[in-house]
């Protein structure tokens, strides 16, 4: 259990018992909690109904990877019940007595895997002493099973809603004397489990964010300048506030602060507020909007950002060494100069979209100035820091309800439209509901940054590399790169080469950059996958044998930064073996690649097979995929579609690009931004490696092998090499 969560317990109204977690110092707490009715907090995971029924709350924001039936999951497996006698509810943002609540990082699994199992634990051990005292009888002899406590040898149970108020009156546990079941014993986690909200989903229930309605509440559009922070200089607000429907319309000034690297959650951006009885007469009353803007109101540069520029001054950059030195040893440049021979090339990657399929939202209500919100976002506590600073009022005054919400994938640890729609409704002193167009989503992200790299490996003449150098420019000032647009000295196959250097060099960007699913990782794989497999037809070896020398080589002194490489070296071997990796299709037109990564705890390796037509157009026919994200597959149905969604996105950002024009985005629609369909989806084989290391994440590392993966797999196919993403750089397109 982690040293700062300690269990809290109360008894509920009508009989019946609550448990939690509450976040204090070890001293004095453990002790307040042996007293069931001191200080308790009557929040709490769980709780058992006078009927049998058990309510476990899901602590984390719900955005589609199923952590709201995977962590109850861990609560009800030690509890001892049926999944059938479990409701979910989700917990509203409460982190003193749930401890950290955000969805990012794959972190859900290993931050909740030992409390949650715990707070089971613990509850089931009340209800053993509650009827072991019942029935007069040593608590050794007492055991659970399907929601009831059984006294076998007198053939006696109680179900827990039968001992729920005894227990609550019981004191505590000793926490570090509670005993986890043995894996064997499993009957809930490693089952497979539907999504909580499957039903709701398919049968359209308002459950996402989109669908909150409060009484009196108005509907509100934001438009803020094409180019990021650009001010109102004057508009035709009398006209759009005579418009049918048309509450109120006003400028708001704004508080993102000039600087050379943009924060991913700069704060309220400028913009002109439409406020209306319906959301489609605010919409239609913003295509009446007439603004004059001052676009250069946060950088004289902005208005001439292109991408053309970006790529031309990066091309620049790249011809010179780098400006900052990341990690280096060995003396890459004297071995890259004795190489028998060298390889050198240069790859890209473009600004993407996060391309949530529901639109940014958020429903806001302030009253006699409090402040109550309803966010489907991914950090919903840094968005109530954010508000409460923006606003001027204390965070204790802002409460947060979490939403569920269509997709994340990282666009929802930014809290702008949370912001907005908090200024609004204390301006209007109503609650509202702002919600963005698919065109403000398009035009106003936190973009992953594009980047280049020049790299060159040096062979020796046994075809081992005794070199590597990587050059990455991306945007920033100086030694700061923009949000995800940062490098660390650890990439692969740095400590496993004997010479090595790795830098980058920055260009200003006046432009939101932020974190995306496995961010850094879903543009590194591509190149450092990629590139290895052109260092391997250099050095004529397969590019799987090369990879797993690598892995085995001696490492240098230095980094690591918890990289295992036998994890690697085994997810490889096993996807090898599993897609026949030895005995590929080889024939033109058709190919397979390989590729792997580690990244956020977990360790994936990942074989594609495409076919080419004549015209160029590439059908991804399978995936295999093996992920080690350690002992326990929670939920093996979540599990695997967290693999599939990635394999998917993955397909996806090699289609795509956002590219700019005088400072603004070009694309503002999926009609520009093409996104995989249903068709084009590959059969996939996925399997596990089941390791001795704690349980992790999956919503992150399944994700950037895939790409490195189906682009080697062009190249074997076609002889053409993806040196440049989207594909269509490279003449390519999608079946």
Request: proline share 7%; with cysteine; aromatic share 8%.
């Amino acid at each position: 259990m982690n040293r700062r969560h300690f269990l809290q317990l109360s008894a509920l109204a009508g009989g019946g018992l609550a448990l939690g977690l509450y976040d204090k110092p070890l001293t004095g707490a453990f002790a307040a909690a042996q007293s069931p009715r001191a200080g308790l907090s009557p929040r709490a995971f769980l709780e058992i109904h006078a009927d049998g029924t058990v309510t476990i709350k899901s602590k984390n924001p719900e955005i589609g990877q199923g952590v709201s039936t995977m962590l109850p999951m861990l609560i009800a497996e030690e509890l001892d019940v049926d999944w059938s006698q479990v409701r979910v509810q989700q917990a509203g943002l409460n982190e003193p007595a749930f401890g950290p609540q955000f969805a990012g990082g794959s972190m859900s699994t290993p931050l909740n895997w030992d409390p949650l199992r715990h707070v089971g634990a613990a509850a089931r051990q009340l209800l053993i002493t509650a009827a072991s005292r019942k029935w007069s009888v040593p608590e050794t002899e007492c055991s659970t099973k399907a929601g009831k406590v059984v006294h076998a040898s007198s053939n006696r149970s109680l179900g827990y809603g039968e001992l729920a108020q005894d227990a609550a009156a019981l004191p505590l546990p000793d926490a570090s004397q509670l005993k986890l079941k043995d894996p064997k014993d499993y009957r809930i986690i490693g089952k497979p489990l539907p999504g909580i909200d499957n039903n709701a989903i398919f049968t359209g229930k308002p459950i996402f964010g989109i669908d909150v309605k409060l009484p009196g509440m108005l509907y509100a559009v934001y438009q803020k300048c094409p180019v990021f922070a650009g001010k109102v200089k004057s508009a035709n607000l009398d006209q759009i506030r005579s418009m049918p429907g048309v509450h109120h319309a006003f400028v708001v000034e704004g508080k993102v602060k000039p600087v050379a690297v943009v924060e991913s959650d700069p704060g309220l951006e400028p913009g002109i507020a439409i406020v209306a009885d319906t959301w489609w007469q605010a919409h239609t009353a913003r295509k009446a909007l007439k603004v004059d803007w001052d676009f250069a109101a946060g950088s004289d540069s902005a208005p001439s950002m292109s991408s053309k520029a970006f790529a031309d001054q990066a091309e620049k950059l790249l011809t010179a060494a780098p400006d900052h030195t990341i990690r280096t040893y060995g003396d890459p440049a004297a071995a890259l100069k004795s190489a028998a021979k060298t390889i050198e090339a240069t790859y890209s990657y473009p600004f993407l979209n996060h391309a949530t399929l529901e639109p940014q939202n958020t429903t806001a209500k302030f009253e006699n100035g409090k402040l109550e919100i309803w966010t489907t976002s991914q950090t919903p506590s840094g968005g109530r820091q954010l508000v409460a600073h923006q606003l001027g009022i204390p965070e204790t005054d802002i409460t947060i309800h979490l939403v569920r919400a269509g997709g994340g994938f990282g666009r929802r640890l930014m809290n702008d439209y949370m912001t907005e729609a908090a200024w609004i409704s204390r301006e209007v002193k109503a609650p509202v509901q702002v919600l963005w167009s698919r065109e403000d989503d398009f035009t106003h992200d936190a973009y992953r940054p594009g980047g280049w790299h020049g790299l060159k490996a040096g062979l020796d003449a046994q075809g081992k590399i005794v070199a590597w150098q990587q050059h990455l420019v991306t945007y920033g000032q100086g030694k700061q790169t923009c949000p995800s647009g940062d490098i660390g000295g650890d990439e692969f196959p740095s400590g496993r080469v004997p010479n090595y250097l790795i830098g980058h060099s920055a260009m200003p960007l006046w432009l939101r950059t932020g974190a995306m699913r496995a961010p850094g990782a879903n543009a590194y794989a591509f190149v450092g996958q990629s590139f290895l497999d052109e260092v391997a037809l250099a050095a004529g070896r397969d590019p799987l044998d090369l990879q797993l020398e690598l892995l085995a080589a001696k490492p240098q002194s230095g980094g690591n930064n918890g990289f295992k490489p036998e994890r690697l070296a085994a997810v490889l071997k096993q996807v090898a073996k599993e897609s026949n990796w030895s005995n590929r299709r080889r024939e033109k037109g058709t190919g397979m690649g390989i590729a792997a990564y580690s990244c956020h705890l977990g360790y994936c390796a990942e074989v594609a097979e495409v076919t080419v037509d004549s015209a160029n157009r590439v059908r991804v026919n399978q995936v295999w995929a093996v992920c080690d994200v350690g002992r326990q597959i929670i939920n093996p149905s979540g599990a695997r579609a967290q693999v599939e969604g990635a394999i998917m996105e993955g397909i996806g950002h090699m289609n795509v690009e956002v590219t700019l024009a005088a400072g603004r985005v070009e694309q503002t629609n999926f009609t520009q931004y093409h996104w995989p369909r249903m068709r084009q989806a590959p059969r996939m084989h996925i399997s596990w490696r089941i390791t001795d290391n704690s349980p992790t994440g999956l919503g992150e590392p399944a994700m950037p092998p895939v790409i490195p993966a189906v682009c080697n797999a062009i190249f074997a196919a076609t002889g053409k090499r993806i040196r440049n993403l989207p594909i269509t750089r490279s003449g390519f397109s999608f079946a």
